[in-house]
């Protein structure tokens, strides 16, 4: 669904016309505006839009627009619960910490108390 995201083609967009210098620099600022829910994956296709135009803007142009109308055609078809989810999600993650401060603070979690990425990579690591 983050591709989805008109802020988010805009940050590729800024890449395209060099207002973002680097691909480090537009990953680090999709990653501030998305979040957890950044993926390079879910943003390959157009990361090689840019560096396969060899610097030629209008080809870069052409081919990120049409990747981002697609895109965002696509978006139109989401059910409205799919696009309310990412409120819920935040509103689960907070309650989730919470719920991991109160087991530090009453000794049930040994040593660093883990964040978020550290709780999701071991359930994707036990599947």
Known sequence: ?????????????????????????????????????FGFPQWKKAFNAVLGAKGDMSTAITAVTKLQKNALAKSRNIPVPALVALSKLKHVESELMQAVDTLHDQKH???????????????????
């Open 109 to 127: 979690i040994c040593g660093t108390r883990p964040i978020l990425k550290d709780l999701l990579n071991s359930i994707a690591e036990m599947e």
């Open 1 to 37: 669904i983050v591709i989805h995201d008109p802020t988010a083609w805009s940050i590729i967009l800024n890449f395209v016309h060099d207002k973002i210098k680097s691909l480090p620099e537009v990953e680090d600022s999709l990653c501030t505006h998305l979040e957890a829910s």
